[in-house]
């Protein structure tokens, strides 16, 4: 956001003082108050009259509403110390509104406040004998208080209200209009201008500027004191000060974000050993069955395990055989197999290994066989220790937390009940309407013309999404009349109906043979008519396409005397009457409209079919009644068996943190501070933790008579779906962003790591930055996007961030505290890198990303860098760069009559002797000045892909 400052601004009578201000020079005439003049009417004459103006000295408290802000907030305890205390109030004239002064200088830009905020340590002062409404306190160190004869520079107004750059005395004339149009785009500020120790306990306070003040505020006699007289001099060694607001504070470290931000460094070396740990597998822990021998360890007997999340192209330790081979696994299948076998209640129970995942995986009554040399999930996850393991972990999770899980569980169930009971009705209708549509449709499967006439209406609400058009719009802008699936054709055409039987049609009558010969596999050369082709153009024969060539075979077939009509045409066949009257009328008319060819394709039957299929009209219905409540299945398999299941959204990978955090990234340790890289997810690991989450939770609840089945997907989420997003992507809702599918749908060719099938879809494998640093650990709220690069004059640039395809947001974070954060974003190796970078052809250059680390914006805050730190990459210094080490001499204040040397640490370096002239010349010149010099700016970290994947290929 822009903003504005201006050095002052007065309203009301105040702006008639002409007495100009001496800045606390001494030199202001000596009356106590301010007098201005007024031309008053009375009884139609103007009378000269002199008012005395309210002043500080009028001044006993003030009203602690107009405080809309303090920086630091009261009792803050880690402040930056190369910050400025400030303070605001809501009133834009507030800091000036009682200075019995007219403001000087260049441009009228220099005007005291009449109230200042100082900032003091313990030592420093203590509090005095009240002996008003107002504290007071006694300053007893000198050089405490801020430099009398430089407060003008230390308030100002801001403005949010876009204001051009203009000078100061033209925007002085608009500010009344303005702030009565938009009162909240216009505050006062107040800045203490003292320099701070880190690690210190601060009090603010807000005292009078003028002696008046002082002394009123003091119930203390103000006879003869001079308006202008300052309450304090820098000479100073003690003074007792009343107080209008105090608060206090401690600072932290010399640690702001900018600082924090500049130890960040990006990093594509991480040691090998992070992502990745070892398992030992040589005691795997389950006897063999019949025997007292334990199972044989798996070769080798360590295993390379990650956690749920790894370097870009780990392959951890693996079997050194097929897994089939593995003795290990053949032990493992013998127990699994007990899984599926009928109980014998005559022999000892044998207590084997969970088989995980198993009811989630039936797609019949049986449950599946358990097969070692297939690389399907449910089969990979339980012969593999370190799937195994994982979805160890995720049992553990649910026995932990079993009692606040069933706890939630519980809460649930009357919604749980309501959708049981939707789903059971549903199959009760679904059942019937399958059997209808087998009964009247299936047998119609040949039948084009029948189908589509016995859809009825409802072509006009069945869509083909090749053509985005419904079967109803394909119909009319073909060469079949529409008519010839009307109502009344079909009782026309029955084969076995009064117009068929007087018609002798001997089966010839038939609305399948008419559409047939409507819609021809290729357009046809003269039409034979018979009967069934008269009554094909029956609704509209006067603009039928086709008439003009079947002209000489209507006229052949009707007949020509008005007995043989009789004889042939029922009084009550009232339509019949209608065609013969239409096709005389076509024989006297030349059609001159193109005749046309567009033709229904073959399989719009089958189409109609799957449209009426009960699982796609009583389904999608189903899940809209459900809105709000845990969803039921989606598609035809899944509606009988399965029953609605609790729902738990919480991220899970919170669960597995609390076990222990290697387990999200192992040997998490060996990644140093302030480091920025990239790694991938671990898909093997993620999945067989869900699927063990998911088992365990269901052999609970199902302990607990919990109504439900064993086949419920209850964890969806592993990561945080929250944080910011696009626009596009907020539109979601949340069942968009779940991690996985429910397990019932992930098929008996899918493998473990296959994202794109288990999780939402996806264009790329996700990629997850890995920040670790302070930043975080005293900004959690850092902003993290990724924002596209753009080469321009062999320099690579942050592209327009007003175009959305040009920044991704992260699709989920996680954090593991106190200093790591994780973030998922849907871009691929190649994407994020970016390819012939060095090219001197921009055509042939894919810039790539770069992924951007940004302080929050909020409300401005000033100060300077506590250390110089010089601009990369031949960069100009600005005022940006401005730290303490900029000054010679070192002091509590930053004062105006010490400007930053030109010299001192390369600052400011950007051209000649004149230049850093002017560059200078806006040190003290105004507060607006002062102000736009010491806001500090959010401060935004952009690392290029390159940087973090270095050699890496993907």
Same mark, same amino acid.
């Given at each position: 956001?822009?903003?504005?400052? #201006?050095?002052?601004?007065?309203?009301?009578?105040?702006?008639?003082?002409?007495?100009?201000?001496?800045?606390?020079?001494?030199?202001?005439?000596?009356?106590?108050?301010?007098?201005? +003049?007024?031309?008053?009417?009375?009884?139609?004459?103007?009378? #000269?009259?002199?008012?005395?103006?309210?002043?500080?000295?009028?001044?006993?408290?003030?009203? =602690?509403?107009?405080?809309?802000?303090?920086?630091?907030?009261?009792?803050?305890?880690?402040?930056?110390?190369?910050?400025?205390?400030?303070?605001?109030?809501?009133?834009?004239?507030?800091?000036?509104?009682?200075?019995?002064?007219?403001?000087?200088?260049?441009?009228?830009?220099?005007?005291?406040?009449?109230?200042?905020?100082?900032?003091?340590?313990?030592?420093?002062?203590?509090?005095?004998?009240?002996?008003?409404?107002?504290?007071?306190?006694?300053?007893?160190?000198?050089?405490?208080?801020?430099?009398?004869?430089?407060?003008?520079?230390?308030?100002?107004?801001?403005?949010?209200?876009?204001?051009?750059?203009?000078?100061?005395?033209?925007?002085?004339?608009?500010?009344?209009?303005?702030?009565?149009?938009?009162?909240?785009?216009? $505050?006062?500020?107040?800045?203490?201008?003292?320099?701070?120790?880190?690690?210190?306990?601060?009090?603010?306070?807000?005292?009078?500027?003028?002696?008046?003040?002082?002394?009123?505020?003091?119930?203390?006699?103000?006879?003869?004191?001079?308006?202008?007289?300052?309450?304090?001099?820098?000479?100073?060694?003690?003074?007792?000060?009343?107080? $209008? $607001?105090?608060?206090?504070?401690?600072?932290?470290?010399?640690?702001?974000?900018?600082?924090?931000?500049?130890?960040?460094?990006?990093?594509?070396?991480?040691?090998?050993?992070?992502?990745?740990?070892?398992?030992?597998?040589?005691?795997?822990?389950?006897?063999?069955?019949?025997?007292?021998?334990?199972?044989?360890?798996?070769?080798?007997?360590?295993?390379?395990?990650?956690?749920?999340?790894?370097?870009?192209?780990?392959?951890?330790?693996?079997?050194?055989?097929?897994?089939?081979?593995?003795?290990?696994?053949?032990?493992?299948?013998?127990?699994?197999?007990?899984?599926?076998?009928?109980?014998?209640?005559?022999?000892?129970?044998?207590?084997?290994?969970?088989? $995980?995942?198993?009811?989630?995986?039936?797609?019949?009554?049986?449950?599946?066989?358990?097969?070692?040399?297939?690389?399907?999930?449910?089969?990979?996850?339980?012969?593999?220790?370190?799937?195994?393991?994982?979805?160890?972990?995720?049992?553990?999770?649910?026995?932990?937390? =079993?009692?606040?899980?069933?706890?939630?569980?519980?809460?649930?169930?009357?919604?749980?009940?309501?959708?049981?009971?939707?789903?059971?009705?549903?199959?009760?209708?679904?059942?019937?309407?399958?059997?209808?549509?087998?009964? %009247?449709?299936?047998?119609?499967?040949?039948?084009?013309?029948?189908?589509?006439?016995?859809?009825?209406?409802?072509?006009?609400?069945?869509?083909?999404?090749?053509?985005?058009?419904?079967?109803?719009?394909?119909?009319? =802008?073909?060469?079949?009349?529409?008519?010839?699936?009307?109502?009344?054709?079909?009782?026309?055409?029955?084969?076995?109906?009064?117009?068929?039987?007087?018609?002798?049609?001997?089966?010839?009558?038939?609305?399948?043979?008419?559409?047939?010969?409507?819609?021809?596999?290729?357009?046809?050369?003269?039409?034979?008519?018979?009967?069934?082709?008269?009554?094909?153009?029956?609704?509209?024969?006067?603009?039928?396409?086709?008439?003009?060539?079947?002209?000489? =075979?209507?006229?052949?077939?009707?007949?020509?005397?008005?007995?043989?009509?009789?004889?042939?045409?029922?009084?009550?066949?009232?339509?019949?009457?209608?065609?013969?009257?239409?096709?005389?009328?076509?024989?006297?008319?030349?059609?001159?409209?193109?005749?046309? *060819?567009?033709?229904?394709?073959?399989?719009?039957?089958?189409?109609?079919?799957?449209?009426?299929?009960?699982?796609?009209?009583?389904?999608?219905?189903?899940?809209?009644?459900?809105?709000?409540?845990?969803?039921?299945?989606? %598609?035809?398999?899944?509606?009988?068996?399965?029953?609605?299941?609790?729902?738990?959204?919480?991220?899970?990978?919170?669960?597995?943190?609390?076990?222990?955090?290697?387990?999200?990234?192992?040997?998490?340790?060996?990644?140093?501070?302030?480091?920025?890289?990239?790694?991938?997810?671990?898909?093997?690991?993620?999945?067989?933790?869900?699927?063990?989450?998911?088992?365990?939770?269901?052999?609970?609840?199902?302990?607990?008579?919990?109504?439900?089945?064993?086949?419920?997907?209850?964890?969806?989420?592993?990561?945080?779906?929250?944080?910011?997003?696009?626009?596009?992507?907020?539109?979601?809702?949340?069942?968009?962003?779940?991690?996985?599918?429910?397990?019932?749908?992930?098929?008996?060719?899918?493998?473990?790591?296959?994202?794109?099938?288990?999780?939402?879809?996806?264009?790329?494998?996700?990629?997850?930055?890995?920040?670790?640093?302070?930043?975080?650990?005293?900004?959690? %709220?850092?902003?993290?996007?990724?924002?596209?690069?753009?080469?321009?004059?062999?320099?690579?640039?942050?592209?327009?961030?007003?175009?959305?395809?040009?920044?991704?947001?992260?699709?989920?974070?996680?954090?593991?505290?106190?200093?790591?954060?994780?973030?998922?974003?849907?871009?691929?190796?190649?994407?994020?890198?970016?390819?012939?970078?060095?090219?001197?052809?921009?055509?042939?250059?894919?810039?790539?990303?770069?992924?951007?680390?940004?302080?929050?914006?909020?409300?401005?805050?000033?100060?300077?860098?506590?250390?110089?730190?010089?601009?990369?990459?031949?960069?100009?210094?600005?005022?940006?760069?401005?730290?303490?080490?900029?000054?010679?001499?070192?002091?509590?204040?930053?004062?105006?009559?010490?400007?930053?040397?030109?010299?001192?640490?390369?600052?400011?370096?950007?051209?000649?002797?004149?230049?850093?002239?002017?560059?200078?010349?806006?040190?003290?010149?105004? +507060?607006?000045?002062?102000?736009?010099?010491?806001?500090?700016?959010? *401060?935004?970290?952009?690392?290029?892909?390159?940087?973090?994947?270095?050699?890496?290929?993907?």
């Amino acid at each position: 956001m822009a903003y504005q400052f #201006h050095s002052w601004s007065r309203g009301g009578i105040a702006a008639k003082i002409t007495t100009p201000d001496d800045l606390g020079a001494g030199t202001a005439p000596t009356n106590s108050r301010e007098e201005i +003049s007024f031309d008053i009417d009375i009884s139609g004459q103007l009378v #000269h009259k002199q008012f005395l103006v309210a002043s500080a000295a009028d001044i006993t408290g003030i009203r =602690q509403e107009i405080i809309v802000r303090t920086d630091p907030r009261p009792n803050s305890g880690d402040f930056e110390p190369n910050y400025f205390a400030s303070i605001e109030f809501y009133d834009h004239d507030f800091a000036w509104r009682y200075t019995p002064a007219a403001p000087v200088g260049e441009n009228r830009s220099q005007l005291r406040p009449w109230l200042m905020l100082v900032v003091l340590t313990e030592d420093e002062f203590h509090k005095s004998i009240q002996r008003s409404s107002l504290s007071s306190i006694v300053v007893t160190k000198p050089g405490a208080l801020p430099p009398h004869r430089e407060l003008h520079l230390w308030a100002h107004v801001h403005s949010n209200l876009g204001n051009p750059t203009t000078p100061l005395e033209h925007v002085l004339g608009n500010l009344h209009d303005q702030f009565e149009t938009d009162p909240d785009g216009l $505050y006062s500020r107040i800045i203490c201008p003292r320099k701070l120790d880190p690690n210190v306990l601060y009090h603010a306070f807000l005292v009078p500027v003028f002696e008046s003040g002082r002394r009123s505020g003091l119930d203390l006699t103000i006879q003869n004191i001079p308006a202008q007289q300052p309450a304090w001099t820098d000479l100073i060694e003690e003074i007792e000060l009343p107080v $209008y $607001y105090r608060w206090q504070f401690r600072t932290g470290d010399n640690s702001d974000f900018e600082t924090l931000l500049r130890l960040m460094e990006a990093r594509n070396d991480l040691d090998p050993r992070v992502g990745v740990m070892d398992l030992d597998c040589s005691k795997p822990g389950f006897v063999v069955i019949g025997s007292e021998d334990e199972v044989p360890p798996t070769s080798p007997p360590v295993l390379g395990m990650g956690g749920a999340v790894k370097q870009l192209g780990a392959v951890p330790i693996g079997f050194e055989e097929p897994p089939a081979e593995q003795v290990f696994v053949q032990e493992v299948k013998k127990h699994l197999d007990l899984q599926i076998q009928e109980e014998n209640f005559e022999s000892d129970p044998v207590v084997t290994i969970p088989f $995980y995942g198993m009811h989630h995986a039936k797609t019949t009554e049986q449950l599946p066989a358990f097969q070692p040399e297939s690389d399907c999930w449910l089969h990979d996850l339980n012969r593999d220790p370190r799937n195994r393991s994982a979805a160890g972990l995720g049992t553990k999770v649910v026995q932990d937390h =079993q009692e606040e899980l069933m706890q939630s569980a519980w809460a649930q169930l009357p919604q749980i009940q309501e959708v049981n009971r939707r789903i059971k009705h549903t199959q009760l209708v679904f059942q019937v309407n399958l059997g209808l549509l087998q009964t %009247n449709f299936e047998e119609m499967k040949n039948f084009p013309g029948k189908v589509l006439a016995m859809a009825g209406n409802s072509i006009s609400r069945i869509t083909d999404p090749e053509e985005s058009k419904t079967i109803f719009q394909i119909i009319s =802008q073909s060469q079949v009349p529409n008519a010839t699936f009307s109502s009344s054709m079909r009782r026309l055409s029955r084969p076995r109906g009064k117009i068929a039987k007087r018609l002798k049609s001997s089966g010839s009558l038939s609305l399948n043979k008419i559409f047939i010969k409507l819609n021809p596999r290729v357009p046809a050369a003269p039409i034979n008519v018979d009967a069934s082709d008269w009554f094909a153009t029956s609704n509209d024969i006067s603009v039928n396409k086709n008439i003009p060539r079947a002209l000489p =075979q209507l006229r052949a077939f009707i007949p020509n005397t008005k007995a043989d009509n009789n004889q042939i045409i029922n009084e009550k066949t009232t339509h019949l009457r209608k065609v013969l009257n239409q096709t005389n009328a076509v024989m006297s008319i030349e059609v001159k409209e193109e005749i046309s *060819t567009v033709k229904i394709p073959d399989n719009y039957e089958t189409k109609v079919l799957h449209a009426l299929h009960p699982a796609q009209t009583l389904l999608p219905a189903l899940r809209a009644t459900t809105d709000g409540l845990p969803k039921p299945p989606e %598609n035809e398999e899944e509606l009988l068996p399965i029953m609605a299941h609790p729902d738990f959204p919480e991220p899970t990978y919170q669960y597995l943190a609390q076990i222990n955090p290697d387990f999200i990234i192992p040997n998490l340790e060996l990644i140093p501070p302030n480091t920025v890289a990239l790694m991938e997810p671990n898909f093997e690991f993620i999945h067989s933790f869900f699927v063990g989450l998911n088992h365990e939770m269901a052999r609970e609840l199902l302990w607990r008579q919990y109504p439900t089945d064993l086949r419920g997907t209850c964890f969806r989420q592993f990561w945080d779906p929250g944080g910011l997003r696009s626009p596009q992507e907020n539109n979601g809702t949340s069942t968009d962003y779940k991690d996985i599918k429910p397990i019932p749908q992930w098929g008996s060719d899918t493998v473990l790591s296959d994202f794109a099938q288990i999780g939402r879809p996806l264009p790329n494998k996700p990629l997850v930055l890995l920040l670790r640093g302070d930043l975080l650990k005293k900004y959690p %709220n850092t902003i993290v996007f990724a924002q596209r690069a753009v080469r321009i004059n062999n320099e690579l640039l942050l592209a327009d961030n007003s175009q959305p395809e040009n920044l991704k947001f992260p699709l989920f974070s996680g954090s593991l505290p106190p200093d790591v954060r994780l973030l998922g974003f849907d871009l691929s190796v190649s994407e994020v890198k970016g390819e012939n970078l060095l090219s001197v052809n921009p055509a042939e250059t894919e810039p790539g990303w770069f992924f951007v680390m940004a302080e929050v914006p909020g409300e401005p805050r000033f100060g300077m860098d506590i250390d110089y730190t010089a601009p990369k990459n031949g960069a100009k210094n600005t005022w940006d760069n401005l730290s303490r080490g900029n000054f010679i001499t070192p002091d509590v204040f930053t004062k105006g009559s010490i400007p930053p040397a030109a010299g001192v640490l390369g600052w400011p370096n950007d051209g000649t002797e004149a230049n850093v002239n002017q560059v200078l010349e806006k040190w003290a010149r105004s +507060s607006a000045d002062m102000a736009g010099i010491l806001l500090q700016k959010p *401060t935004m970290l952009a690392v290029h892909g390159s940087e973090l994947l270095g050699a890496f290929q993907s």
